[in-house]
């Protein structure tokens, strides 16, 4: 069990959604052992358990400007829940509540959500998107530097 | 004459984007059209050019779920057009590969895309508030034969482990023996599963399938064997195309594989099951026989339980190779570029995967062609939907609706081998 994970979700080779990957790199140039995570949400459950603390970061798509950062806990993300598309994988919110009806739900999930409207194949984050990447990065320096300076809980 | 239309705007748990039509004329059925309108995603066109060893991890992109199929069918073509021998290790390897994505997939596809169905629920999530042991059974499953792809591939999703020859790098035994005691934990799990899913209600509903898979003379089949059926064909990978055709129709942006003169047939657990129940090791034969399931399957509801079967073998083939291993001498064959041709099958976990190659003297592919299963079932989706839905025309739209997604995902179709929604569209005139 470690204290903080941080997890940056996406693809870096779909424009905007590569935001959780950028920020996972400029936190592992900071020293943070952020984790990529571009595969199935359900693995998420299981990285979850791993941790008290959890901060996930990935591109969301709310209507809002692109570069806008969303910050909410987990029990807010259900309501970022795709429209019930995915088949063969889960995405982040279909895990949220997955992990909720299985009881499984870490201590502390917070999500940044960094808004993304451009997802053409090979084509890179647009610069406002880059842009949030980075302050998301700073943010969450600043959260992992607090939380693992903190005294365990409970 | 009374009119009305279904919409039901997304299908979930199924892969790819597509659309079912199902057209009343009174109460019979007059046209059922399964879509496919994710765009063609031309791999075939761009592996032209492109050089041979860089098919397997192209061709692995086709797939998040069986990117080991596709690696898989590719490299046994390249090194039947190159004319490699591949060491019997290698091949064993290649064959506990595949058993951990067959124990993810089929893992997944049991639990949280097709028992909601059954049990009546609108998703997996729903379903965990009621089942939580078992959808949290379903995970540990899906991650342990994840995990297997890992310790093989490198990583779980499109593995980078694969090449012409064998794999840039094997495992040790103690990397492999260090998944014994979860694949036990997976094979008892895997036998659960058996009882659970056959205790499910099943739709009166059969049909008199031609079932297509391999068959090797002492093994359940996967990357080896000649194909056969249950109406006589018995041929070899470099004649499927005599046998078999694609066919574009209008409604669909996915081209349907059909036999010559026979149309339609079925790929996938229940052929596989039907034509090799002999070669299943004794536990997965005695968990079928248990809950009375008997060769031949043809009722395709019950295809859950068959693939709760299949779950059982992948975890019990996974224990003997682990059990046997002794790492090969070299993790590949060394490979001389030669013009040539080179056709294989291997076993999806929905079904046969078809890949050809035609490669110059340097190791240009020159052509390319893949028939994925979903394409091989898409026909035969069709079909049964023709042959069941007049026996729901009582029922309530919504019910209907229900049973039609369900009879869809008997086939645990991939659409994005070959769609991403389903949307149905029912009319009545």
């Known amino acids: ?154 | 004459m009374t009119g009305r239309t279904i919409k039901v705007p997304i299908l979930t748990r199924v892969e790819g984007e597509g659309s079912l039509q199902i057209k009343f004329r009174g109460e019979r059925v007059e046209d059922v059209k399964l879509t496919i309108f994710e765009p063609p995603r031309m791999f075939e066109a761009f592996l032209r050019g492109r050089h041979a060893f860089e098919a397997p991890d192209i061709t692995a992109r086709i797939c998040g779920i069986c990117p080991i199929a596709y690696q898989m069918s590719a490299v046994h073509a390249i090194e039947k057009a190159l004319g490699v021998k591949i060491d019997p290790a290698v091949r064993q390897l290649r064959r506990l590969f595949y058993c951990g994505e067959w124990i993810e997939s089929h893992a997944l596809h049991i639990y949280m895309l097709h028992a909601p169905d059954f049990l009546g629920y609108a998703d997996a999530i729903e379903m965990a508030r009621d089942h939580g042991e078992k959808v949290a059974q379903a995970l540990r499953l899906k991650k342990i034969g994840n995990t297997l792809m890992t310790v093989l591939g490198g990583r779980e999703i499109h593995p980078i482990s694969v090449c012409v020859g064998g794999f840039y790098k094997v495992p040790t035994r103690s990397d492999l023996r260090e998944l014994v005691d979860d694949l036990k934990w997976a094979r008892d799990a895997s036998i659960e599963t058996v009882r659970l899913v056959a205790g499910f209600p099943f739709p009166e509903f059969e049909q008199d399938y031609e079932f297509v898979a391999l068959s090797h003379k002492d093994e359940y089949p996967l990357n080896k064997g000649r194909l056969i059926s249950n109406k006589g064909l018995d041929i070899e990978a470099s004649e499927y195309e005599d046998h078999f055709f694609e066919q574009h129709v209008k409604h669909s942006n996915a081209l349907q594989s059909q036999l010559r003169k026979r149309g339609s047939y079925m790929v996938g657990p229940m052929a596989r099951f039907n034509l090799n129940y002999d070669k299943l090791p004794e536990s997965a034969r005695q968990a079928a026989a248990e809950v009375g399931l008997k060769v031949p399957v043809l009722n395709p509801f019950r295809s859950i339980i068959v693939r709760a079967v299949e779950l059982v073998f992948a975890c019990e083939e996974a224990l003997r190779i682990i059990g046997e291993y002794e790492p090969p001498e070299a993790p590949r064959a060394k490979v001389r570029m030669r013009a040539g041709t080179g056709q294989a099958i291997t076993e999806a976990p929905r079904g046969i995967l078809y890949h050809r190659y035609q490669i110059d003297g340097e190791g240009k592919i020159l052509a390319a062609k893949i028939v994925p299963p979903t394409s091989q079932n898409q026909k035969r989706i069709e079909d049964d939907l023709w042959q069941f839905v007049p026996q729901l025309s009582a029922l309530p739209q919504e019910e209907i609706t229900l049973r039609c997604e369900q009879a869809v995902r008997n086939y645990d179709p991939c659409i994005s081998c070959a769609t991403h929604f389903l949307r149905l569209e029912m009319t009545r005139e």
């Open chain 1, 1 to 154: 069990m470690v204290r903080v994970l941080v997890i940056g979700c996406g693809n870096p080779d779909r424009g905007d959604d590569a935001a959780g990957i950028l920020v996972v790199r400029r936190l592992r140039e900071r020293g943070v052992a952020a984790r990529q995570h571009s595969s199935d949400g359900l693995a998420l459950i299981d990285a979850w358990s791993e941790a008290e603390y959890v901060i996930m970061i990935d591109t969301v798509i709310t209507g809002a400007p692109a570069g806008t950062i969303n910050g909410c806990m987990g029990a807010d993300a259900v309501l970022l829940r795709s429209a019930g598309t995915s088949s063969h994988s889960f995405d982040v919110a279909s895990a949220i509540e997955l992990a909720r009806a299985l009881d499984r739900m870490p201590g502390s999930l917070k999500i940044y959500g960094i808004e993304g409207c451009a997802f053409e194949p090979g084509t890179q984050p647009q610069p406002v998107v880059l842009a949030a990447a980075e302050r998301v990065a700073s943010l969450v320096l600043a959260e992992v530097q607090r939380l693992e300076a903190a005294e365990p809980r409970g």
